[in-house]
Structure formats: structure tokens, C-alpha cells
């Protein structure tokens, strides 16, 4: 069983496009994060959800909006996408202070 | 806001020995947790050991081992008896006790070559 499962695993889209990335665990886990980490292997908080309520909103474009039904799933969607979006953004949740479980990242590629 | 540092861009160790990775942070809290994070060429990020600051004792997770020194802000990783398998991105993060979701701040990583 996958703890932090992180659809797609690869997205190559066209400029302007809209795509979302899903994401869900199974670790019973009451905080959920995504990140992005860029061609220099900078990783970056995007945005934070504690039971479904945002915690965390960085400094990201107002393209981007995460939405979480419920506590086990955190999706992000993006709408007209830039090349300089392209990137892997990993999804991670976690409980207390033990650190993250993250997923295995979607990298997504805009042409 | 807390910074993270890793100041060695790239290592490379023979296969069998020792290596140390730097990381220095800034930040005013007393209490918090600090994370080394292993990323190797499959992408995945994997937790390698965890310091809560208010323990002043090292952890330590097999070959893994830290040097934890809380007044320096100074939080280097040693791996024992290197292995072809510990070629890999490593990133020291930093997480504050406080409501605001856990955040966790990265270093901006040290990639590790281990050689044959």
C-alpha cells in the first residue's frame, strides 16, 4: 500500500493549458502540504491544509489553487499554464513533528 | 523566518568511508525539529534521521548519524561505511513547533557521489 500517492507521475502539457495533479494518503495524517521543487532542486512550500482548512498559502500565483475534499486528499490545479511552471511538485503529509511522508512527485513539464 | 544552509553544493566519497555533510540554519525559536532528507536519482523523498532540538543528545539511525550543536545552529550528517546506494541529493530541513501546519524550510541540498 502507497502511504502518499501522488497522480500523475509525469504531465507534458502545452502552454495555456489547465491540468490538475491528485493526491492522497492513507496514513490517517491530519496535515497535507505541496511543494514544488524547481530545476535546481530548490524545494518550496506552496501551500499547507490542516482537516481540510489551508494553513499555509505562499506567495504562488492565483493560477494555482488547492482544494482538499477531505482529510486524505489534497489536489492542486493549475490553470494556464506557464513554461516557468514547469517543474516536480511533490505532495507530503504529516502528523506532529515526525517529519513527512512524501509522495513520489509529478513532473510537469509545459511546452 | 528561518534559512536554512548547506553550504557544499556536491561531495564524493569511496565506497566504505566516511562522510560528513554541513548544514547551518538561523532562527530565534528554541524549540524545533531538524530533518535530513535523501532524494536519490528515483525522485522519491525519503527521511533519513531526525534531532529534536530540546534532546542534547545525537540521533542516530544506523550508518546515518548526526553532530547536532544547538548554540552554533550547526546540524551536520555523517554516513558511516558508504554505500553505492547513498548516491543520492541530501537536504537538511527545519521545522518550528508552532500551529501554523509544520512547515517544513529546506536547505538548498548537497548532492553525494559515492564512488567504487
Known amino acids: 500500500d502507497t502511504a502518499v500517492s501522488q497522480t500523475p507521475k509525469y504531465l507534458v502539457t502545452q502552454m495555456g493549458n489547465d491540468k490538475s495533479i491528485k493526491c492522497e494518503q492513507n496514513?490517517?495524517?491530519?496535515?497535507m502540504y505541496w511543494y514544488k521543487q524547481d530545476s535546481k532542486k530548490f524545494l518550496k512550500i506552496m501551500f499547507s491544509?490542516?482537516?481540510?482548512?489551508?494553513?499555509i498559502n505562499e506567495t504562488v500565483p492565483n493560477r494555482f489553487s488547492p482544494k482538499s475534499p477531505d482529510k486524505a486528499h489534497l489536489n492542486l490545479h493549475i490553470n494556464s499554464l506557464e513554461l516557468g511552471d514547469s517543474a516536480v511538485y511533490f505532495c507530503a503529509s504529516s502528523q506532529g513533528y515526525h517529519g513527512y511522508t512524501f509522495g513520489s512527485g509529478t513532473r510537469l513539464t509545459v511546452v | 523566518a528561518q534559512t536554512v544552509t548547506q553550504s557544499q553544493p556536491e561531495m564524493s566519497v569511496q565506497e566504505a568511508e566516511t562522510v560528513t555533510l554541513s548544514c547551518t540554519y538561523d532562527t530565534s525559536e528554541n524549540n524545533y525539529y531538524l530533518f535530513w532528507y535523501k532524494q536519490p536519482p528515483s525522485r522519491q523523498m525519503i527521511l533519513v534521521i531526525r534531532q529534536e532540538a530540546y534532546k542534547q543528545q545525537n540521533a542516530t539511525e544506523n550508518r546515518f548519524s548526526v553532530n547536532f550543536q544547538k548554540a552554533a545552529k550547526s546540524f551536520s550528517l555523517k554516513i558511516s561505511d558508504s554505500q553505492l546506494g547513498d548516491t543520492a541529493m541530501y537536504f537538511c530541513?527545519?521545522?518550528?513547533?508552532?500551529?501554523?501546519?509544520?512547515?517544513?524550510?529546506f536547505g538548498g541540498g548537497t548532492r553525494l557521489m559515492v564512488k567504487p
Open positions: 530541513a527545519f521545522m518550528k513547533l508552532d500551529n501554523a501546519g509544520n512547515m517544513l524550510t
Open positions: 496514513l490517517g495524517h491530519d496535515t
Open positions: 491544509y490542516n482537516n481540510k482548512e489551508l494553513i
